[in-house]
């Protein structure tokens, strides 16, 4: 790609203005990079892409009751031709794994310095795959001290989900479910709802056969 002649064009898609602002100031004073859009969330962000085809797309994992893990793998499903480049808080192992199994081209944490955004943001829309380097640190760690990556359970299910999943494995119904996490009882529906669409399964009882054979309602 020529940075003269065609430029990187970014998408951000973040629940804080604030930084969403700060990161598309960035990303518009480097040569060759056009933020042409921001989206607060995941349905925002995919009429977003759609409209403006971005070649790479900032993503936070976090984005209100949105799971950027989810939206990642959407836009690798829908818009392959679009890197993700996933840009949080998490540090932990399970959040990388669940997000390049996702579909994400690179991993950085919001600490980075600007100079490894920019960085990450060339590489991955030159089709290279990178992380940060606290993220490759820790990978590093892993590869060195004979550790597999950790599996991540039910990785297309946002966090909550997979907290409402662990629940109703465990024999919970939705009354108990909504007292323990502290939710109304029509949330915690809609969550068991979009849990047994999201994962296949026909009704409770399959979901909860499901999420134990996946390691989630067992101790």
């Known amino acids: 790609m020529s940075e003269a002649s065609t430029p990187i064009r970014v998408v951000v898609v973040d629940d804080h203005p604030v930084f969403r602002l700060g990161m598309g100031a960035l990303l518009a004073s480097l040569d060759g990079v056009e933020v042409v859009g921001d989206a607060e969330d995941a349905a925002a962000a995919h009429e977003l892409i759609a ?75 030159n089709g290279e795959m990178i992380l940060g380097p606290k993220v490759a640190a820790r990978a590093m760690a892993t590869v060195t001290s004979g550790r597999t990556a950790v599996r991540v359970p039910f990785p297309e299910l946002t966090d909550r989900e997979r907290e409402v999943l662990d629940l109703v494995a465990r024999g919970f119904d939705n009354t108990t479910i909504s007292r323990r996490l502290v939710l109304s009882p029509k949330t915690v529906r809609n969550h068991v709802a979009n849990v047994l669409n999201k994962i296949g399964a026909s009704d409770r009882s399959a979901a909860i056969v499901a999420a134990r054979e996946g390691g989630l309602g067992i101790d």
């Open 51 to 125: 409209a403006q085809q971005p070649d790479v797309v900032l993503m936070d994992l976090h984005l209100g009751e949105d799971s950027g893990i989810e939206a990642t793998r959407a836009v690798a499903r829908t818009h392959p031709d679009v890197a993700v480049l996933v840009i949080t808080m998490q540090e932990d192992d399970e959040s990388v794994v669940a997000s390049i199994r996702a579909g994400a081209s690179g991993y950085l944490l919001k600490g980075a310095s600007p100079d490894e955004v920019e960085r990450a943001v060339r590489a991955v829309a």
